[in-house]
T-cell receptor, first 113, second 110 residues
Framework: SQTIHQWPATLVQPVGSPLSLECTVEGTSNPNLYWYRQAAGRGLQLLFY??????ISSEVPQNLSASRPQDRQFILSSKKLLLSDSGFYLC????????????FGPGTRLTVL | GQQVMQIPQYQHVQEGEDFTTYCNSSTTLSNIQWYKQRPGGHPVFLIQLVKSGEVKKQKRLTFQFGEAKKNSSLHITATQTTDVGTYFCAGRGNDYKLSFGAGTTVTVRA
């Protein structure tokens, strides 16, 4: 069966520090991968998606970036965090195209102080 | 891309009562999906509707896709405390991407 992992589960970082969040998927090949951000009590904002290794599409201009160095690995990064980067970051995968059902990881709760 | 609006934002329900949450898109959708996020958890896929006018049921949950494929609803009967959480709809547009609604957060009074 497929599983999706995210780490760390929680993170507290100072403003201006770098960020690296990792997501890995097991049990499937060539998944579509997604990064979402959810502000407290709000909906899901799609940040990046990837249909293959090295292929990243950005949905929202910001100081975040994403990379996909391996088929089942998706990384979210920032060189310098802002206060507004705080939120709940969710990685998800889908198997049946960009509009197919998505399976979410447990998420990383990021607080920038 | 399409925008998906969801109402109400909050729903406070007495245990045992019914309620409905609605989802509306500015454009025609190829499918609509529903997810549930428990407090402190992550969204979990519930169901996908594809056909115009389609109705699907999961126990006490009834999902409907509008005839014009621009709106959807989730109706829960006899609400239980296990129904607490945020319900998101997500519509797939012509660009094949999913757009999530802002969600309806449900609380239940015992």
């Amino acid at each position: 069966s497929q599983t999706i992992h995210q780490w760390p589960a929680t993170l507290v970082q100072p403003v201006g520090s770098p960020l690296s969040l990792e997501c890995t998927v097991e049990g499937t090949s060539n998944p579509n991968l997604y990064w979402y951000r959810q502000a407290a009590g709000r909906g899901l904002q799609l940040l990046f998606y990837s249909i293959g290794i090295g292929q990243i599409s950005s949905e929202v201009p910001q100081n975040l970036s994403a990379s996909r160095p391996q088929d089942r690995q998706f990384i979210l990064s920032s060189k310098k965090l802002l206060l507004s980067d705080s939120g709940f970051y969710l990685c998800a995968w889908s198997a049946t195209g960009l509009g197919g059902e998505q399976f979410f990881g447990p998420g990383t709760r990021l607080t920038v102080l | 891309g399409q925008q998906v609006m969801q109402i109400p934002q909050y729903q406070h329900v007495q245990e045992g009562e019914d309620f409905t949450t609605y989802c509306n898109s500015s454009t025609t959708l190829s499918n609509i999906q529903w997810y549930k996020q428990r407090p402190g958890g992550h969204p979990v896929f519930l169901i996908q509707l594809v056909k115009s006018g389609e109705v699907k049921k999961q126990k006490r949950l009834t999902f409907q896709f509008g005839e014009a494929k621009k709106n959807s609803s989730l109706h829960i009967t006899a609400t239980q405390t296990t129904d607490v959480g945020t319900y998101f709809c997500a519509g797939r547009g012509n660009d094949y991407k999913l757009s999530f609604g802002a969600g309806t957060t449900v609380t239940v009074r015992a």
